[in-house]
Nanobody, 119 residues
């Protein structure tokens, strides 16, 4: 059984928009920071955006101003609204839940969803 369920990936044109969704269990969602990461062909997985339970956010410089991460506590869901998409945004996007316990990171990962942006 998947801990994180992603949806919303697909194909978009440059300048277009997509919204990714990631649904987590109530327990996971409530005690973990949530985030989105992506991995493009030939590159390492990189942070896109994160959001804490207190709704503190941070973004990669490459997406700041274009992407918005948010969370709906009632639905135990985190979203990534992606606007002004660029071909460089093409990657597999992964939902992440993270918490630190005694200095050790514990992570849950989604299956990943493909986002393809065409010129």
């Amino acid at each position: 059984q998947a801990q994180l369920v992603e949806s919303g990936g697909g194909l978009a044109q440059a300048g277009g928009s997509l919204r990714l969704s990631c649904a987590a269990s109530r327990i996971i969602f409530s005690i973990h920071a949530m985030g989105w990461y992506r991995q493009a062909p030939g590159k390492q997985r990189e942070l896109v955006a994160t959001i804490t339970s207190g709704r503190s956010t941070n973004y990669a410089d490459s997406v700041k101003g274009r992407f918005t991460i948010s969370r709906d506590n009632a639905k135990n869901t985190v979203y990534l609204q992606m606007n002004s998409l660029k071909p460089e945004d093409t990657a597999v996007y992964y939902c992440n839940a993270n918490r630190i316990v005694a200095g050790t990171a514990y992570d849950y990962w989604g299956q990943g969803t493909q986002v393809t942006v065409s010129s």
